[in-house]
């Protein structure tokens, strides 16, 4: 079984490869399992995180 830990890994890595680090902001958003809100320079956000039904990162991205 996967540890919480792993997935939490896995989330962090999905983002490095998808964004330049130093130009967003992330902050823990326990609402979503291994979640994480991403703002960038211009105020937009999304939410990345472990999606438990499919075993994979999934994200959200902000509604205009």
């Known amino acids: 079984m996967v540890s919480l830990e792993e997935n939490e890994t896995k ?5 490095e490869d998808h964004f330049v680090i130093n130009e967003i902001e992330i902050e823990d958003f326990p609402f979503f399992p291994c979640g994480k809100l991403i703002r960038d320079k ?19 991205l902000q509604e205009a």
């Open 42 to 60: 211009n105020e937009e956000a999304m939410i990345v995180f472990w999606c438990v039904i499919y075993g994979r990162v999934d994200y959200r």
């Open 11 to 15: 989330v962090m890595e999905w983002i």
